[in-house]
């Protein structure tokens, strides 16, 4: 799998408990090793990861080592970027985008910014 940094790697064991203990919403990237362009998403996912923290948990889930959990959420093509809040998704997408673009389309389900 492509690991981006800063990113944890769940897997068909760790999911459900992973997804539904986080206090934020969760970004799982849906991803595999043959992906290209799953390799071009990587350092979006890790500059999202640092940069939102507050506000959204980034993970990666390879659909090749762990099927069980891909073919639950019907998850075809990778990537498939889902976010799930409170166990459950309420938002997907497919395809690679740029940074700006991705933080675009999580804005109705990022958490508000922590006041500072």
Excluded: H
């Amino acid at each position: 799998m492509i690991k981006a940094a800063g990113v944890d790697e769940l897997t068909d064991e760790t999911f459900a408990a992973e997804v539904r203990a986080a206090g934020v919403p969760v970004l799982v990237e849906f991803t595999a090793d043959w992906c290209g362009p799953c390799r071009q998403l990587a350092p979006v996912l890790s500059a999202v990861a640092a940069e939102e923290s507050d506000r959204i948990r980034v993970v990666q889930l390879d659909v090749d080592a762990n099927p069980a959990t891909a073919a639950a959420y019907g998850v075809l093509a990778m990537p498939t970027l889902m976010v799930f809040r409170n166990g459950e998704p309420v938002k997907s997408m497919v395809g690679a985008r740029p940074k700006r673009r991705l933080l675009q389309e999580l804005d109705d389900v990022l958490e508000p910014a922590a006041r500072r």
